[in-house]
């Protein structure tokens, strides 16, 4: 047989669940949904429909349990699975680590003001008649901020990285920028698709800009072959906060900001 022609195997074309070797670990509130529901438009990407949580919540039920809630895959499919929690939990690089010490991991980052905010509308959103949140931004009402408080921990991204490089260097993260993920997917888009060394088949044809939404849509899905957005809970209207307290969030995150710079080698350009 000439080498050009591959052999097919039986077990070839037969799909079989695979554990991930790419993950979306982070960040929450970063576009993460944005992304892996434009990634799924490639025929060489699988993923698990919703967050399975396996390294933060589930981790004791094992890898059996993990690849059980896999997608079935044909050989040169690559299995993938979001959940944004995986960045900021302790125990995750160490036991992604374990389950394969060559996962890629792709990291959707945002200003991480924006990003509080954002948070902090989703968590209005469950919960009406919370606090505002410059009042939970800043202790006691002062002008101290108030890092315990969860939206606001998760922004100081090069603490978390920092555990994360412990563990994997930094070939084996990519880095997308979620304010670009929505002013120019495709840029992110390709660039995600090369680093998981794929064909580059999504493009500027599956994407319009919905300006009903506000944000980039998909011309089909996985799912649908008719124009759709993402739904209601991705694009929600941010609250009004006052711009005093957004300065100083500012001015608090800038100096971690600065080291997560440092760290990616990219610069993200947050105010
Ligand atoms: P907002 O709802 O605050 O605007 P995640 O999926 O990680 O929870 O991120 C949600 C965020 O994804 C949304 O936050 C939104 O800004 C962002 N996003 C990025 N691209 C989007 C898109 N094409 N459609 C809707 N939301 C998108």
Known sequence: VSPKYKILRQQDLIPARQLPSAL???VKKGGTR?????LRLHPDIRA????????DHHYLKGFHWYRHRMP???????????TPSYFVTPEAPRRVQHMNPGTKLIVVVRDPVTRAVSDYTQVTSKHPGLPKFENRAFINGSQVVNTNWTPLRIGVYSRYLERWLEYFPLSQFLFVSGERLIADPVIEITRVQDFLGLKRVIMEKHFYFNSTKGFPCLMKSEKSAVPHCLGKSKGRSHPFIDPTAIRRLRDFYRPFNQRFYQLTRM?????
């Open 24 to 26: 979306i670990i982070g």
């Open 267 to 271: 610069n993200f350009s947050w105010s």
């Open 48 to 55: 698990a429909s919703s967050e399975v949580h396996f390294f």
């Open 72 to 82: 079935p895959t044909l050989e040169g499919q690559l299995t993938m699975e979001k």
């Open 34 to 38: 944005a992304l892996l529901e434009f």
